[in-house]
């Protein structure tokens, strides 16, 4: 893209400097303002086609990256066997199970050190839970105590629904309640994105909190209730 045009050139510069002293010589020009420049194009980063700015996103495994897709190539990698198996569409889906609450104990015991964290079940690790929340740094990858974690999987199943790769299971305490969701990968690190520029002090600052629960809002207005597999709502 080529920049702003500088100020208009004089032309016939010549012709004026011979002007008498009853023809008064004309202004210069004005310069031009410069103009503003378009803002840069999201762009499908397969094919290179323009994308809203509400759009998919597509995994790479190997690249352990996520990719902003249109909607034609999205379609392509729905299957996971597509694309080699390297590719993978993210889900939009989100779900809750509100009547099943975990107890405030339970979440202490996993010892995170914060109140939201979210959890992915890796394809190519062999199916390894890891545990990830917010931070000044971006994303923060937590220790996880896995027989813990499979015992909350067993009671409760939402937990153990997300898909490999493209879905996490979210977790947040608040002072009174535990909330847990289903949620798209790319949520979650858009999340992280968002309270590593607006992160304060040692728990995250008003800022931080005020994002959370922005966050948070969200999921519960797009969630919806979950059916285990053979039960219908």
Known sequence: M????????????????????????????????????????????????????????????????????????????????AGRGRYAAVPDRYLAEPEHPIPLALWDQLEIPVGLAFFIRASRQGGAVTGFYPSPAGVTECRLDLRLWQQLVTDYPLLGAAEDDVEAALISRSDDRVEYYLVPVDACYELAGRMRLRWHGFDGGSEGRECIAAFLAGVRSRARPYRPAGQHA
Do not use: M, W
């Not at 208009?8 to 009853?22: I, K």
């Not at 290179?48 to 996103?57: D, L, N, R």
């Not at 495994?61 to 996520?66: I, M, P, Q, Y």
């Not at 034609?72 to 996971?80: D, E, G, K």
């Open 2 to 81: 080529t920049g702003p045009t500088g100020p208009a050139r004089l032309t016939g510069l010549r012709r004026f400097a011979q002007a008498t002293a009853d023809r008064p010589v004309p202004d210069a020009p004005e310069p031009k303002a410069p103009e503003p420049e378009a803002p840069d194009l999201e762009r499908c980063e397969l094919c290179a086609t323009e994308v809203p700015a509400e759009h998919s996103h597509i995994a790479d495994l190997e690249a352990a990256s996520l990719l902003c897709a249109c909607r034609a190539c999205y379609l392509l990698f729905t299957q996971r066997n």
